[in-house]
């Protein structure tokens, strides 16, 4: 009988001390992480002093019962707490991760106006809705009936999957349509990694789908399916596409190699933590390691790129904005976070035009001084650019953050009829949101422009209970058709 081999087993204890002590540290850091995250937010929390005035509520887009959920977890009574914060939100764990609480909630508790510092509400939001989940308290919605009407939704971002989790609850039959491959718009391929973890958003994407939300991705309306078939198809729409043409710079040389629009760049880092193969970033054309990086731009995108630049190891990363810091539009922590990371901002500071090497890629970028003038009509000071100060910062990669407009609606979905401002943003009548096209609404930052994700939901949750009340009050209902989700 032929001897039977060794079986060889590897005792971790005994044989890879190097991986039993990375084992040890990773749960370490999870179990004093989880039991720190405890005791700040029990901490915290009771630090409310229930004011009676909560300006924090107030300045909540949400008006989320902040003094009841914060007193609710200062009692330990976490479940109750959960349920009273979602009641008002339907992502409450990812604006306790994103949100700008400095200019929110937190700005505007009364013990930071006294001076002593705010109640952490985000954090707290964030760790009572991680708590949820670990606990199995989050649940797929289940309408008490189910309705025969459908209503298409126009973009998985934000405020499409808030308007879906809400027309799902009154068992409406829901349809998202998105360009993408995923479902999370740019909370999925803006918002890197660092901010917004990608399983925290994949999680709520299956979780509406475990509410039966129908999705249909690599779906561009407009594109692969006409806008007016899709009126047909569905009792109610909703736009919510979101902006994505990305304001450009006019100089001399902007078209060089390795000048990179801002969401491409992230894109290609987000695609690449997903795990997807994105050749962009294999070759190096949009990987920030090894190169010294300028950002132009002050707003969140441009703190989001230089943040991912120094984490992906570039050599310096140098953020230029035209105004000075108390001007800027990015959030103040987002800035102490970038600085504190290595970012070094060149307040005050335009571009003029960009320098190329000899194979035509960027290696420079020739700046000017710039001096804030009077203020215009809105109030903002005036940059006025100092050419005779210009100067020159070396780049290998240059990446353009300045801003988003929103994509030309009408020819892309042919439809002429739908209503935009002179910014091109889609025109909604208030409270509920519809266009004057009948029963086809808007919401998010194609209504507002470039904002914030509890924005998105804010007017996501807005639209649905306009939709309701449309189909509600309409005379005779069209038949619905249904479609096969992918
Ligand atoms: C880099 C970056 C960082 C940001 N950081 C923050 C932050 O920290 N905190 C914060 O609150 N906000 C942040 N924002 C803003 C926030 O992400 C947006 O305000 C929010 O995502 C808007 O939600 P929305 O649903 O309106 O649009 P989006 O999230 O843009 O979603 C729109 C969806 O519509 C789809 N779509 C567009 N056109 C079509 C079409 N024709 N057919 C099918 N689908 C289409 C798109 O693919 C997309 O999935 C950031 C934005 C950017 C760009
Ligand atoms: S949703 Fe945003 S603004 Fe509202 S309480 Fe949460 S973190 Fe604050």
């Known amino acids: 009988m032929a ?15 190097e991986k039993r002590a990375a084992d040890q540290r990773n749960r370490d850091f999870h179990e004093i992480y989880a039991e720190y995250a405890a005791e700040k937010a029990a901490e915290q929390s009771s630090r ?46 990812i604006c306790g991760r994103i949100c700008p609480q400095d200019r929110l909630c937190e700005g505007n508790c009364v013990i930071e106006q006294a001076g002593h510092g705010t109640v952490t509400i985000g954090s707290i939001e964030k760790y009572v809705t991680d708590t949820a989940w670990a606990n199995g308290w989050v649940k797929p919605v289940q309408p008490l009936q189910e309705r025969p009407e459908s209503v298409g939704i126009i973009g998985a971002g934000p405020a499409g999957l808030a308007a879906a989790e ?11 349509y998105d360009r993408y491959d995923r479902i999370g718009g740019l909370l999925i391929y803006g918002i890197p990694n ?24 690599n779906t561009d309306i407009g594109a692969a399916v006409p806008f007016a078939e899709l009126r047909e198809w569905h009792d109610a729409l909703l736009i919510a596409t979101g902006v994505y043409k990305a304001r450009a710079i006019q100089a001399p040389g902007v078209g060089l190699g390795n000048i990179v629009p801002a969401l491409d760049y992230l894109i290609a880092s987000n695609r690449n933590g997903l795990g997807d193969s994105v050749p962009a970033f294999e070759n190096g054309s949009l990987d920030a390691a090894g190169k010294r990086v300028v950002v132009i731009g002050g707003g969140d995108t441009a703190m989001d790129c230089v943040r991912t630049a120094v984490r992906q190891g570039a050599t310096s990363v140098k953020c230029l904005y035209r105004r000075n810091r108390q001007n800027m539009p990015g959030s103040q922590r987002e800035v ?25 890629r960027v290696s420079g970028v020739r700046a000017a001084h710039v001096h804030l003038g009077v203020p215009d009509a809105t109030g903002r000071q005036t940059p006025q650019v100092k050419e005779d100060e210009a100067y020159t910062v070396e780049a290998d990669l240059v990446i353009k953050a300045l801003g988003f407009d929103p994509e030309d609606l009408p020819t892309l ?48 949750r807005d639209a649905a209970a306009g939709i309701h009340k449309y189909i509600q009050n309409r005379a005779s209902s069209r038949p619905s058709h249904a479609v096969a989700a992918e």
Not at 196 to 215: G, I, P, T, Y
Not at 336 to 360: I, K, M, Q, T, Y
Request: proline share 7%.
């Open 3 to 17: 001897k039977r081999p060794m079986l060889k087993f590897v005792n971790v204890e005994r044989d890879m001390p």
């Open 48 to 93: 409310c002093s229930q004011c009676g005035v909560p300006y924090c509520q107030s300045h909540c887009p949400l008006h989320n019962n902040i003094p009841d959920w914060l007193m609710l977890t200062a009692e330990g009574r976490l479940e109750e707490a959960y349920e009273v914060s979602q009641a008002t939100n339907n992502f409450p764990e």
């Open 166 to 176: 809400q027309l799902r609850q009154i068992g409406y039959q829901v349809h998202v």
């Open 194 to 217: 660092f901010k917004l973890e990608k399983e925290v958003v994949e999680r709520r994407a299956k979780l509406l789908r475990d509410s039966k939300v129908q999705f249909h991705l």
């Open 336 to 360: 102490a976070n970038a600085e504190e990371e290595g970012v070094e901002f060149v307040w005050l500071s335009a571009p003029l035009a960009f320098l190329g090497d000899p194979e035509d």
């Open 413 to 460: 979905f042919g439809e002429p009829a739908l209503p935009v401002t002179r910014w091109g943003t889609v025109k909604v009548s208030y409270p509920n949101l519809m266009t004057n096209l009948d029963g086809v609404f808007a919401a998010g930052d194609i209504v507002r422009g470039a904002s914030l994700v509890v924005w998105g939901i804010r007017d996501g």
